[in-house]
């Protein structure tokens, strides 16, 4: 790169946020630099894998007719892991594989390489293998980016380096993380046959299936996720980097003992792990997204925590794709006024409420505090798992009814109270 050109926009990270906020001010015409880390864009990023359409359809209208999906997905699970069984909540619905779909699984290192090159396609420029190291500031403004001794300017840079979000504290937007801000996801990509995803998850024609785990994490908050690819699985957990510490528990011995669980082993038996990624992630909610936007400079995708766990479903990659498209619509609005100025690019924050992403955001502003909440990992999922094993069993001995067994199963576990209260706040958080 050559020192002291000047670009329309820059734009760090060539994710789903970045790549989408290229593309849009590229197809305006504007003179836009995407720079990537990783050798090409998808190399380096990792997600558990379901991305839901419909937001990335208003930006991409009828993405899945170019874009490398895997299956639309029609089962949607929730699954409590007992130590030796499991209580499956299941949704199937096919109409939900039908245009404009509800949700689909991906790869990222496909699905990226695509979005990057509908960037390229309407214009930007997109240099790979290079790492943004800090921001150009001049009087508390950002001017540019620096990587290595190379400095480059812009009106604008566009953050969308993802979850570690150095960039962000760097422009004064956000302080340190704390631990418990921060979770740790894991995920393996196993290879089978398609014919056996299909056989074993009962899905076909395209479709396939997700299952949210709940349980058996050694006591540590966090959950897991089952995705169906074409001819692979996506087996990943998350888990709050605080508890792993506090429990003394390696996040990959986590993901070891689910691999070994009668419920998952048998849906993964034969197949090859093909790859293992490991990255960040912010679960805090609302409270967690800094300040999106100063003199200059904007924050979009996981650099800003902009990201939606509501225990039914992970939102980070349609929140990514949107707050990407927000944050280049907002610097074109000022590329009309020729201000880029704090005040003038903070028409991004109107944009994400009307694209509904800081809207839902606030919506489920209290679901971090479930998620804090160890008994809806430990003893939760085990009392669904044993009680329903007791209804289910018939013995030569006197029954009890339901309620007693209940009961029984919670001693020493869980108070009447705390399942009240709990109760409660499932109600307010959802
Ligand atoms: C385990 C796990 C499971 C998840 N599951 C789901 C899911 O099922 N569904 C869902 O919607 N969301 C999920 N998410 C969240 C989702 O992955 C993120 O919200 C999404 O990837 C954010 O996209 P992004 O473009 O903002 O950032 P990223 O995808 O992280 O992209 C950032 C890009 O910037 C590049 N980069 C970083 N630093 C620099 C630098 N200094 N210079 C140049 N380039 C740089 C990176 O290489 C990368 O290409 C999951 C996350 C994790 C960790």
């Known amino acids: 790169m050559a020192a002291e050109e000047k670009f329309d926009v820059i734009v760090v990270g060539a994710g789903l946020a970045g790549s989408t906020a290229a593309y849009v001010l590229a197809k305006e015409g504007l003179q836009v630099l995407l720079i990537e880390r990783g050798r090409q864009a998808g190399a380096k990023n990792m997600t558990g894998g379901i991305i839901y359409s419909r937001v990335v359809h208003e930006v991409f209208p009828n993405f899945w007719e170019e874009a490398p999906v895997e299956r639309a997905i029609t089962s949607y699970n929730i699954v409590f892991l007992g130590e030796n069984s499991a209580v499956t909540l299941n949704l199937k ?87 418990e801000d921060v979770s740790v996801g894991v995920k393996e990509l196993i290879e089978l046959p398609e014919e056996t995803v299909n056989e074993r998850f009962n899905v076909g024609g395209g479709e396939g299936a997700s299952y949210t785990l709940v349980g058996y994490t050694k006591g540590v908050a966090g959950g897991g996720f089952l995705y169906t690819n074409k001819a692979s699985i996506s087996l990943g957990i998350v888990a709050r980097i605080d508890m792993l510490v506090e429990k003394q528990v390696k996040v990959h011995e986590l993901i070891e003992d689910y691999k070994v669980h009668p419920f998952i082993s048998k849906l993964i038996e034969g197949g090859n792990v093909a790859e293992y990624s490991a990255q960040i992630i912010h679960e805090g909610g609302i409270a967690q997204v800094p300040r999106l936007y100063s003199d200059g400079f904007l924050a979009a995708g996981s650099s800003a925590c902009l990201l939606i766990n509501n225990l039914f479903t992970l939102r980070g990659m349609d929140l990514a794709v949107a707050s990407g498209a927000a944050a280049a619509r907002a610097v074109l609005k000022a590329k009309e006024r020729n201000d880029f100025s704090a005040s003038s690019l903070s028409a991004y924050e109107s944009l994400l409420r009307e694209a509904f992403i800081l809207t839902d955001m606030e919506a489920f502003r209290r679901t971090p505090s479930l998620l804090n909440n160890r008994r809806f990992f430990t003893v939760y999922p085990d009392l669904a798992c044993s009680v329903m094993e007791e209804l289910f069993s018939v013995n030569p001995a006197p029954s009890e009814k339901a309620f007693k067994v209940v009961r029984r199963h919670m001693k020493g576990k869980a108070g009447l109270l705390d399942v009240l209260r709990d109760l409660l706040g499932v109600y307010r958080a959802l």
């Open 93 to 179: 619905a096919p109409g939900l594989g039908k245009p404009p779909y509800n949700a689909f699984s991906v790869l990222r290192a496909k699905f990226d390489r695509w979005i990057a090159g509908k960037a390229e396609e309407a214009g930007a420029t997109l240099v790979t293998g290079v790492t943004v190291d800090e921001l150009v500031m001049e009087n508390g403004k950002v001017k540019g980016i620096k990587s290595g001794s190379d400095e480059l300017l812009a009106d604008v840079v566009i953050d969308a380096e993802g979850a570690k979000s150095l960039l962000v504290e760097k422009a004064g937007l956000r302080g340190d993380f704390k631990p």
